[in-house]
């Protein structure tokens, strides 16, 4: 059913339109055009309202829909009225209300049924005008706005060329870049069951495309673009033209698919995000996921069904595929954009598995026990999420007091993640396991040092940002010179390794003790002793000043493959630039290290006044440029 025009219908019109005044025929009043007007070819010229008629006596396109609003809004006060008429028992007595409630036995679940699904009617109406009151009369558009042109009159960064000979590839080749989706998107984001794609590949190949829908080929032509961008290694090359042809066939189905208040039309907007965020000179994944996001909400999958409502074990199912898929896309691109979530975990109501299955079992044959069975990283990726959420939320997204103790609240995430990313089961393959690895250095140096924040970094969160920095670096590079993990890595990488590799800048500028003299930093004090502190690796001066060359190093390569892949040659300039100098003050420093006499005491490390602040400062305190008692040398 398409959303276009809503087929609204006046029961008497108050006047007729000017083409039928003029002719002196009668004018049936049908809305947005007459029926003379239709049959005629003159669908486009019948008026609406002019002049010449009182203010509410016209007869327009706008108008009917505002008398539509107002008898659904006398429904909803009625609704309302009959819900406060209702005596509501006394929250102190649960037991004489539950006995009240069996007592009343089926009647009143009916009629609650009744109800819910009466406001579930009215919502979706409200929805439908809301979208679709822009069709016609309104701010002078002339040609009908749908829903699927709104969300991509929003989303798409520059326009998809349209190609020639768009054809599907053979089925050999289709099924190939299919399972090549399947193990790299799908198996973080399992937005569609690899049943029902494989129904759509199906449909699509037999019969020539004679039993498919425009889902079918939705379906087909991203998963196709999706599996050939993950191949691309540069902007424009074949497998990147490739799936641009394919995204471009998929937009001619998007009225029919985009649709809203469906479940279809979110797994729709799902798989263009996944696209999205491997094709960002096209689309804007973020605008996408808000999209979804709302969409989700609208349809109330952020919250489970009430115990009472039977609802079958796939729709389920479904619902919470749906929901893992959202949660998660949003959390991580928003984090990678430093934007606030699309909604709060307040507001979420879904429940969870707590342990994935790692074995399978043969006697589970439903399509959720398959989902849950070897989909396990999806499950593992958004438990990260939600721990990533909770801390997120409360330092950059929280309007409360000041936090009396910061780097207590910070040490506790921190512990949780490093836990969770120890306790990754040995099912998953060491492709996911560096995923995850990249996802828990990010997320731990954007926790010790949120951008914004005017908490100041202490040298213990100083020391960790270097050790996590320097890691991610040697991380990202070799996913990046690895095929199979470069499949994994999409626009939001850039994001996040420019804002690990400023932030080692950053320290590198501070001439950090650590790095610079082996000196380890003093640990925060914390109220209480349970708190672990994460540890830090100890190493010899010459130790910390290669592995500092050697991560700005990698940082290069990295943004200049991403740039290449992606297209975005700000960040990589931007980096190199910013890194000439701290390069060459290391470089320096390394170079003295070597000269000096290899006698002398590893313990205390001689005064280099060559090694004040990049910036400028003076020497105060010691010769590293802090204060004394804010290091502790090493025993």
Known sequence: MAFEVPPLRVSRPVSACSRCRSAKIKCDGKLPACTACERSGRRDECSSANDQFAKGKERSYVASLQSRIEKLERQVAQAKRRKSSVTMPDSTTPEAHSQDQLSQGPALAKTQSKEASDVDDLVADFGFLSVNATARDFHGFTEEMSFAKLVLSTSVADKIPQVSGNNLPSRDIAVRLVQSYLDVSHTLYPIVSETALFGSIEAVYSRDGSLSTPLDFWNVRLVLAIALSSQSRNKGDLPYRDAVRHVSGALSHVEAVLQPGSIVGIQAILLLVVYAMLDPTHFRSWFLTGVASRLLVDLGLHQDAPPRTQTKDCYLSIRRRMYYCVYSLDRMISMACIRAFSFTDDSLRVSIPKKAMDTPSPSAATEENLFLQTLDPALHLLEFRQI????????????????????????????????????????????????????????????????????????????L????????????????????????????????????????????????????????????TTRSDSILLPTLSMKPVEANLEAAILAVQQMSKILDNLRIRFGDPASYYTFTTNSDRPLQQLFAARNRRISLPRNGSQNSPPIDRHLARFDGGSISGDPYGFPVHATQLLS
């Open 388 to 463: 990533q959420s909770a801390w997120y939320q409360a330092l950059l997204q929280s309007n409360h007091q000041a936090l009396t103790e910061p780097w207590e609240c910070r040490w506790l995430p921190l512990k949780e993640m490093h836990d969770f990313s120890s306790s990754l089961p040995n099912s998953v393959d060491d492709r996911l396991k560096r995923f995850f690895r990249t996802e828990l250095l990010f997320s731990s140096i954007l926790l010790i040092s949120p951008p914004g924040s005017r908490i100041g970094i202490c040298e213990y969160g100083k020391a």
């Open 465 to 524: 940002i270097f050790e996590y920095a320097t890691e991610y670096a040697g991380t990202i590079l070799k996913m990046c010179e690895d095929v199979q993990d470069f499949a994994l890595l999409t626009v939001h990488d850039v994001q996040r390794a420019s804002f690990v590799g400023q932030r080692l800048l950053d320290i590198l500028q501070q001439n950090l003790t650590y790095v610079f003299g082996a000196v380890r930093p003093l640990a925060p």
